[in-house]
Nanobody, 125 residues
Framework: QVQLVESGGGLVQAGHSLRLSCAAS????????MGWFRQAPGKEREFVGA????????YYADSVKGRFTISRDNAKNTEYLQMNSLKPEDTAVYYC??????????????????WGQGTQVTVSS
């Protein structure tokens, strides 16, 4: 079992940055593919990015590519989503998710077994 807790959300102006954290307990994140998803009001959940369990491969949605970066601190068993050049359309609840090793269907939320509670990100124009 893996327990995930996100933090770091908030209200920022467009063009600014935020860093979300996803702290894990129960097992080492180095064994898991980690995904980030978001859901805006009235919209379906969408894929943001994913990091391979080895930490050597990253995948991003086109909408965030070049602006968002996923990283991991194994010593702290925590993953991060650095969000730069934020836009109002990035406003959503952001979730981290984990699945054991496999990268199959990494962009599908249904492929992940463990989820955090979500953290709200609001970007004002």
């Amino acid at each position: 079992q893996v327990q995930l807790v996100e933090s770091g959300g908030g209200l920022v102006q467009a063009g600014h940055s935020l860093r979300l954290s996803c702290a894990a307990s129960g097992r080492s994140l180095s064994l898991y593919v980690m995904g980030w998803f978001r859901q805006a009001p009235g919209k379906e959940r969408e894929f943001v990015g994913a990091l391979s369990w080895r930490g050597d491969s990253q995948y991003y949605a086109d909408s965030v590519k070049g602006r968002f970066t996923i990283s991991r601190d194994n010593a702290k068993n925590t993953e991060y989503l650095q969000m730069n050049s934020l836009k109002p359309e990035d406003t959503a609840v952001y979730y981290c998710a984990a699945r054991f090793r496999s990268l199959n269907n990494y962009a599908s939320g249904a492929a992940y077994n463990y989820w955090g509670q979500g953290t709200q990100v609001t970007v004002s124009s």
